[in-house]
């Protein structure tokens, strides 16, 4: 499983970004695919997740109500609508693919809110 991650930059606070996720490789079908996010200094953390199958999602505590996680199975790409940016969602946002053989990673695309 490859994973590109793609769409991030620098913006002002209140903005907005669409990061994309592009899943590719046929060996293993992903059950979920997360979005992360790891600032200087700190722990990665959770951002969000979308199961495969159905939809369902989920979402770290701090991003509740300004970002949306959503999926393109035709175009096999996950989407993170990111509004109402703060200095504090300043992080490298990694997208990573859960299946049965374990989980994947992809490269980070920097995430920069700064007035």
């Known amino acids: 499983v490859q994973l590109q991650a793609s769409g991030g930059g620098s913006v002002q606070p209140g903005e907005s970004l669409r990061l994309s996720c592009s899943v590719s490789?046929?060996?293993?079908?992903?059950?979920?695919i997360g979005w992360f996010r790891q600032a200087p200094g700190k722990k990665r953390e959770k951002v969000s997740c979308?199961?495969?199958?159905?939809?369902?999602?989920d979402y770290g505590d701090s991003v509740k109500g300004r970002f949306t996680i959503s999926r393109d199975n035709a175009q096999n790409t996950v989407y993170l609508q990111v509004d109402s940016l703060k200095p504090e969602d300043t992080a490298v946002y990694y997208c990573?693919?859960?299946?049965?053989?374990?989980?994947?990673w992809g490269q980070g695309t920097q995430v920069t809110v700064s007035s």
């Open positions: 490789g046929d060996s293993l079908e992903p059950y979920a």
């Open positions: 990573s693919a859960r299946t049965i053989a374990g989980t994947y």
């Open positions: 979308i199961t495969t199958s159905d939809g369902s999602t």
